[in-house]
């Protein structure tokens, strides 16, 4: 439940237009709703200031339909990770305003009630690597940041990156995605004065071994300010990159 919905209930309760009683019955997910196969935290949102996010593998189409409606219940914004197009399916018979952003695999419900002045960078090696990097693309904007896209400006082109250095220099953060050795995040940080988030990716040759070889290059980078998510995490790199644009829009 939102912030703005309990002080709603609040104010109401104090001027007499709802009994407390009524408004406890709003509250009566809190802090989490059992639904038997998953005990949705209702109370996320208030705690962290983003509602619970679903994670698709290993749940079935009904399961994630069941935690998707009752998030949806109670926020303004819900994402299904890694979700796959039959759970999508089954989502949206429950949830007729769901979404599927194909490239990220991720399902989304509703629009954050909120937007905050600040942009998020999101720079990946290669097209291969841009399905993590649009999993990070759409966390960012659920969060009610904006997200500006920079795809194949790897390092074997870094001509391609340096054309774009105004726009990343804009931004409260930067996610940057790789695959095969991982160096471009070590190159943006050394050029630029904006925390960077590093996202190894399971793309490469025999010896990238799933993701090993970038995240070793990423956690072994001598640029300060970099970060470092896990293999893949998409997500992991936007919800932190959307908590820092928050506080440089909070900030401004």
């Known amino acids: ?71 949806a219940a109670a926020a303004d914004v819900v994402l299904a990770t890694r979700a796959t197009r039959e759970q999508f399916e089954a989502v949206a018979a429950v949830c007729p305003e769901a979404e599927y952003e194909e490239a990220a695999r991720i399902i989304r419900i509703g ?37 500006v896209p920079l795809y194949d400006v790897g390092v074997a082109g870094l001509h391609r990156l340096l054309a774009h250095r105004h726009t990343i220099e804009e931004a409260a953060a930067l996610i940057v995605v790789a695959g095969m050795e991982g160096a471009l995040p070590s190159v943006v940080g050394g050029l630029f004065s904006r925390p960077v988030i590093a996202v190894p990716t399971s ?29 893949d995490n998409g997500y992991g790199a936007g919800y932190l990159a959307g908590m820092i644009a928050r506080l440089a829009a909070r900030d401004q």
């Open 111 to 147: 629009q954050p009630a909120r937007r905050y002045k600040a942009k998020v960078a999101v720079l990946c090696a290669g097209t291969s690597d841009m399905p993590v990097a649009e999993e990070a693309r759409v966390t960012v904007e659920a969060m009610g940041c904006e997200a």
């Open 1 to 71: 439940m939102r912030p703005e919905r309990i002080e709603e209930l609040l104010r109401r309760v104090a001027a007499g237009e709802i009994s407390p009683e009524e408004a406890l019955r709003e509250l009566r997910f809190l802090p989490f709703e059992d639904l038997g196969y998953a005990k949705v935290d209702h109370h996320r949102a208030l705690r962290r200031g983003f509602p619970e996010v679903i994670f698709c593998p290993g749940k079935t189409p009904q399961q994630v339909a069941g935690v998707a409606q009752s998030l």
């Open 203 to 231: 793309v490469g040759y025999g010896a990238n071994f799933g993701g090993l070889a970038p995240l070793l290059t990423m956690l072994n980078s001598c640029a300060s300010g970099v970060a470092v998510v896990n293999i």
